[in-house]
């Protein structure tokens, strides 16, 4: 039976024993919780017995996890197991898992959960924005791209067609931006030259500010679910501040170049035809595009129902999945 001793003002400590070890030493569980001050005695009384209670269940059925034993990677395990493959989209679980494996277990997974302090997981951040911490590789063109591409008196129109890279990749390609390996691979075979000949293995750069606070809620959201199980008393992720997002523009076609694209799909099969239409028109994602279905169309109304998307994931395949009540929506067929 569990045993309950007062230590603070409104703070107890309460016990269970677990039998004895080998030695004869008797082994315990201690667990220390705080009652709301506002409580009269009877109510007091009543909460402690029901805590005592819990936590002797907890104990016996194996199920008590102690902050202060217990790592941020055995946490994560539970976490994992007990609410994200639960309640999170395959492709979010997917990313998540990701990010834990890379990054934030090795760097974290060894603290106790009592130990992990705010200065642990800012001096994390700092590591993150710190060059070579990326794992994609980029490539920069070297001066001999531009000049083979006067020699062999190309338009950047020209090697868009040869390569399937748009104008305004291969633009800011000459002008000192990053491309990805595959990128570059395109344009090299497009030029019918070796990659190594024409660009530039660049230091993988820091991650972006978007991408640390991506790993901020994350480490929060498990130390949250931590709290609501009781194993912390508070969640230090919540006494750090997430990294500054400098916001940029998305990226997106101009006028022109979605002109000439549309004007490309004239001599096209229909169903491209209409898949790059609705994707124009509507906004529409390429998941969500490839998951229409004929009983989204109703040609009556002249309506199209955008509820559900296509997607892929390594060692899945593609799957459907069904979009939340306030992402599906309704388009008119007249505007497309």
Known sequence: MASIKKRGENSYQITVSCGYDSQNKKLVQ?????????????????????QATLFELEVENGTYLDG???TLAEITERWLKDYAEKQLAPK?????????????????????????????????????????????????????????????????IDLSRMSGISTGTISRARSGSTITFKTAELLSKALEVKLETLFLIQVSGPLSGQSVKHHHRLISSILTCAVQWQCLISNPAERVKPPK??????????????????????????????MVYIAVYSGSRLG????????????????????RASQYL??????????KMKAARELLLCHL
Not at 118 to 144: A, C, M, W
Not at 314 to 323: M, V, Y
């Open 245 to 274: 997002i400098d916001k940029k523009e998305a990226a997106h076609f101009e006028e022109d170049m979605t002109e000439y694209m549309l004007s490309l799909l004239e001599d096209e099969p229909l169903k491209y035809k209409a």
């Open 92 to 156: 979010t679980l997917h990313r998540y898992k990701d990010r834990l494996k890379s990054r934030i277990l090795p760097a974290l997974g060894h603290h106790k959960l009592a130990k992990l302090q705010p200065t642990h997981l800012l001096q994390f951040y700092d590591n993150l924005g710190e060059d070579g911490i990326r794992r994609d590789v980029k490539y920069s063109v070297k001066p001999e791209f531009n000049e083979l591409m006067k020699q062999k008196k190309l338009k950047l």
């Open 68 to 70: 202060s034993k217990i």
């Open 314 to 323: 390594p060692g899945k395949g593609i799957f459907t999945k069904d979009q």
């Open 288 to 307: 969500e595009v490839s998951g229409l279905e004929w009983s989204d169309v109703d040609f009556e109304k002249n309506h199209l129902q955008v509820c």
């Open 30 to 50: 201690t667990k220390t919780i705080s009652l709301d001050p506002d409580l009269t005695l009877k109510q007091a009384d009543k909460e402690l017995q029901k």
